[in-house]
């Protein structure tokens, strides 16, 4: 899902999210909805080896990316959008009873799930690995069958390389 289609979903339901959580909570929700992408950022660097820190250059290489998702040999693994991370920031919201942590756990849920359902109009599903320990026993199986399960990353990121 494009940023915009999630800032405006996310935009939509904080305000629904107001008379019961008020306007810190709505925030709350709101940020979490969408700064769960900054593992999108994340990832590029590291597919740049952290030598290009171009935002726009990191729209370019997830254009591309999102070309490839049909093809053999492509799997996706986005950091903040695991069971792992989510359920540690659950942990830390329970934990510290904030409320606050607890909206943007729900923020990044409701991102999730609007992933999902793009993901599956698309059918799509299984090319992002939704937990570390799935993308590590994928990748395996992938390596086991002679596929690079970074290659087509590494392919997108020489396409759109700035040319010194």
Same mark, same amino acid.
């Given at each position: ?13 904080? $305000? ?9 909570? $709505? ?6 909805? *969408? ?21 726009? %250059? ?7 990316? @999102? ?11 986005? @950091? ?7 359920? @540690?920031?659950?942990? =830390?919201?329970? &934990?510290?009873?904030?409320? *606050? =942590? ?12 609007? %992933?999902? *359902? ?5 059918? @799509?599903?299984? =090319? ?6 799935? &993308? ?12 690079? #399960? ?6 997108? &990121?020489?396409? *759109?390389? #700035?040319? #010194?």
């Amino acid at each position: 899902m494009k940023p915009t289609e999630h800032v405006l979903y996310g935009a939509a339901a904080s $305000a629904v999210a107001v008379p019961f959580y008020g306007t810190v909570g $709505a925030a709350s929700f709101f940020l979490g909805s *969408i700064l769960i992408d900054l593992d999108h950022y994340l990832d590029y660097l590291y597919f740049s080896g952290f030598r290009n820190w171009s935002i726009k %250059d990191m729209f370019r290489f997830h254009s591309k990316i @999102a070309m490839c998702k049909k093809q053999d040999g492509f799997l996706a693994l986005e @950091a903040f959008h695991t069971a792992e991370f989510l359920l @540690a920031l659950l942990a =830390v919201g329970l &934990y510290f009873k904030s409320n *606050i =942590v607890i909206l943007i756990f729900t923020g990044m849920i409701f991102h999730m799930a609007l %992933d999902i *359902i793009r993901l599956r109009e698309w059918h @799509a599903v299984n =090319v992002r690995a939704l937990s570390f320990i799935e &993308y590590w026993l994928r990748t395996r199986k992938m390596r086991q069958r002679g596929v690079d #399960p970074e290659a087509l990353f590494h392919q997108a &990121y020489q396409e *759109i390389k #700035p040319q #010194p």
